[in-house]
């Protein structure tokens, strides 16, 4: 009987989080910037597209991973921004 089950811990849930965090910090420290220079970016971010939209930022996920270029198949940094928009905002200027 295992007793995590039956009182609801997610053994698999934590882990994969604790994973998750874990790239997190190995892809800050091999791009070399600083967590408050991405929270200035993300920043920049949302506040530029919220001059042409309404966001849900209850929904966002805005994050640095490593991918590989297309080009050469060498490792690189990539932000990737999941941005939920309710609407586009009517600028008539």
């Not at 994973?19 to 920043?43: A, N, Q, T, W, Y």
């Not at 640095?64 to 690189?76: A, Q």
Request: proline share 3%.
């Amino acid at each position: 009987m295992d007793l995590f089950k039956i009182f609801g811990k997610n053994d698999e849930s934590s882990k994969n989080v604790a994973k998750e965090r874990l790239k997190l910090v190995l892809v800050h420290d091999r791009s070399d910037l600083s967590p408050k220079f991405l929270e200035m970016v993300k920043g920049d971010m949302i506040r530029a597209i919220k001059e042409y939209a309404e966001i849900d930022e209850e929904g966002l996920d805005i994050k640095l991973t490593r991918m590989k270029r297309e080009s050469d198949n060498m490792p690189m940094s990539a932000l990737v921004a999941n941005i939920p928009i309710i609407k586009m905002k009517d600028n008539k200027r």
